[in-house]
């Protein structure tokens, strides 16, 4: 008990890089091998439960897609068409693709932290693989956080679902920045729209790169609702966010 | 030999609570194998066994997941004083139920600790959060809790056989 109180008192006058950071590390290398397995047994336990409940669901989306996939086809020819032409735009006045630029790191997930707590996850890799405070996780082009602390060995993301998390973000259709910020229950807010670019149902939300922190064109979801009314000055809403949260086994992070 | 099992056992349940049942959350709500194996140690009097088992996952707790080193020790060192001082009382009524109502209440102390503790260290307060996952935690192991403290009982009759761990005969019944 002794012990505890003064590993307890240590803990706050010494700083975290030189007594709790390395402790981490030592605990992490010990019990990631187990954790892991457990982390990726339960997650797929929980992952067939769902499923199970889903089936219904999956029956009605699947005749809606199938409409969807044959208008989405047709769309995509005309797409390709323009890429091109945009491409050849490009060139000619010298611009690079940004997402070009980009390194990616594979990382696998280890575990997650409870949501009464917080909504993190737990990676495999960290300040050995080039990784730093700070730098965007995603899957696919959808955006799934932020890493907020870096080991030699592992690193945490802190999920844009979070409360903690606050994102610079735009409508892709309107241009129109944002804030957007996590909500307890695994939601998102978004705030500070201007009026006069009015929210509506189904338009994405993209990350607008501003403060430099996160790559301009991350997929972060879609307006599901209004939340505020007319007389307000800006405009929220909520966001349903493309990725599933839930069930999550490899990730990449873009090395900014 | 007894201690490579305790170590073993030790770092099985660190395992299953920090790696399995975070990923295995219904409706936002874990087992709390801390609280549990607290109050079942409690229970089967072998309390000192059970607080020093629950310290150490309380420690593996914050530093696995991040939160200041110590938090959840405070927890259930405040759990373990409730249980001392309500300790005639709850000995005079004994009964399965009355466990897992005991786990329902140290579960509710042991987030709002955590709830308090975290969001001062981290500057947020999310009550939000803690409405949200308070009570799924309080009743998944309220579900869970006699299943578990059977099974708990029946693993410190196999460590007792074996001359592991030192039990005194209970005085308490539990029906």
Redesign the interface.
């Known amino acids: 008990m002794v012990f505890i109180v003064i590993f307890a008192l240590l803990n706050i006058i010494i700083p975290d890089k030189y007594l709790s950071s390395p402790l981490r590390n030592i605990f992490y290398q010990i019990i990631s091998p187990l954790t892991s397995s457990l982390y990726k047994g339960g997650d797929s336990t929980s992952g067939f439960f769902s499923q199970i409940s889903e089936i219904k669901r999956l029956s009605d989306e699947k005749s809606s897609l199938e409409k969807e996939v044959a208008e989405l086809i047709n769309e995509n020819s005309k797409l390709r068409e323009l890429e091109r032409e945009n491409e050849i735009l490009k060139n000619q006045l010298g611009l690079k693709e940004e997402q070009k630029d980009l390194e990616f790191i594979a990382a696998d997930v280890i575990g997650r932290g409870p949501t009464n707590i917080s909504n993190t996850l737990l990676l495999n890799k960290g300040s050995d693989d080039g990784l730093a405070d700070g730098m965007p996780v995603v899957t696919g082009s959808m955006l799934l956080g932020k890493l907020t602390d870096v080991s030699s060995d592992h690193s945490r993301v802190l999920l844009i679902v979070d409360p903690a998390s606050v994102v610079n973000v735009m409508v892709q259709e309107t241009r129109a920045a944002g804030v957007l910020k996590g909500e307890a229950g695994f939601n998102l807010k978004i705030e500070s729209v201007p009026q006069e670019a009015p929210l509506k149902k189904g338009q994405r939300i993209i990350t607008s790169g501003l403060g430099g922190t996160l790559p301009k064109g991350l997929i972060v979801g879609e307006v599901d609702s209004l939340v505020s009314s007319e007389s307000e000055i800006f405009q929220s809403a909520r966001i349903k966010p493309y990725a599933d949260f839930n069930h999550l086994e490899l990730v990449f992070i873009i090395k900014t | 030999m007894p201690y490579i099992i305790f170590f073993f056992l030790t ?2 349940v ?3 609570q ?8 219904i409706v ?1 709500g ?1 087992i709390n194998l801390i609280v549990i194996i607290l109050i079942s140690t409690f229970f089967l009097e072998i309390e000192k066994e059970g607080l020093i088992f629950s ?1 150490v996952l309380a ?2 707790f914050d ?8 938090l959840s ?1 405070v927890a259930v060192l405040i759990i373990y004083a409730l249980l001392n001082i309500f300790r005639q009382k709850i000995i005079e009524k004994t009964n399965y139920f009355f466990i897992a109502s005991i786990i329902f209440a140290a579960v509710v102390i042991f ?1 709002l600790i ?2 308090i503790g ?1 969001s001062i260290a ?1 500057g ?1 307060f ?1 009550f ?7 009570l799924p ?1 309080a009743l998944i192991n309220f579900i869970i809790a006699i299943p578990l403290f059977i099974i708990i009982q029946y693993l410190i009759k196999i460590l007792a056989v074996y001359r592991i761990i030192d039990v005194k005969k209970s005085k308490i019944k539990v029906e």
Request: charged share 10%.
């Open positions: 770092y099985l660190i395992g299953f920090i790696g399995l049942f975070p990923a295995i959350e936002g874990m310290i420690i593996a530093i696995y997941f991040y939160l200041p080193i110590g020790v987030d955590l709830f975290n981290s947020h999310v939000e959060r803690l409405f949200l996952s308070l935690d």
